[in-house]
């Protein structure tokens, strides 16, 4: 095989194995960022840092928690580069007041609401559990943390989202993370 059908063997590899996981990349970048367009930016950071290091992938069964990996870092990048944009409060108030008279108030609503007020160290295992499908042991070895924390975590989080959509507004008794 010469250098060109290398190359097309290894981007037709890549291709295949982030198209299987791109869904889930956006939906973890969102539930990250809480933004669409941030979202967007990150998967494809994600995605231009994963092609750079994609020989270092040695197993290719462990390409989702490598990218979800990948993209959790890039977000967190993207903040340490991002200084805020400054915003007249009187605009603020006119760019929320059309985005609120257009949304229905449902359930799914006030769920999503309610988690993405949670606190990130709540918020991140309980999303990679229920939308990514990722183990608690595996949750443990992605945010770098031990797994009786992850449990703590998603209990505390389910509590708290329990506490938010019976009430109304979240639970704020549990303090810090574990």
């Known amino acids: 095989m010469n250098k060109t059908e290398n190359e097309l063997a290894r981007r037709r590899r890549f291709e295949a194995l982030t198209r299987a996981h791109r869904d889930d990349l956006y939906r973890y970048a969102f539930w990250l960022a809480r933004d669409h367009a941030i979202a967007d930016d990150a998967v494809q950071e994600c995605l231009l840092r994963a092609w750079k290091a994609f020989e270092s992938l040695e197993d290719e069964s462990r390409a989702k928690p490598w990218l979800m990996t990948i993209l959790r870092r890039e977000h967190a990048r993207l903040y340490e580069r991002k200084r805020p ?3 007249a409060m009187q605009d603020l108030s006119q760019r929320e007041n059309a985005i609120l008279g257009s949304q229905p108030d449902t359930d799914i609503d006030d769920l999503r609401v309610a988690i993405l007020q949670l606190d990130d160290s709540y918020r991140e295992p309980l999303v990679l559990q229920v939308l990514m499908g990722f183990s608690t042991e595996q949750i443990a070895e992605h945010m770098g943390i031990k797994q009786n924390a992850v449990l703590t975590r998603l209990f505390r989080a389910r509590k708290q989202l329990k506490s938010a ?6 639970d704020d008794d549990e303090g810090g993370a574990a």
Do not use: A, R
């Not at 959509?165 to 979240?170: K, M, R, V």
């Open 165 to 170: 959509l019976e009430s109304g507004h979240p």
């Open 85 to 87: 944009d400054m915003v």
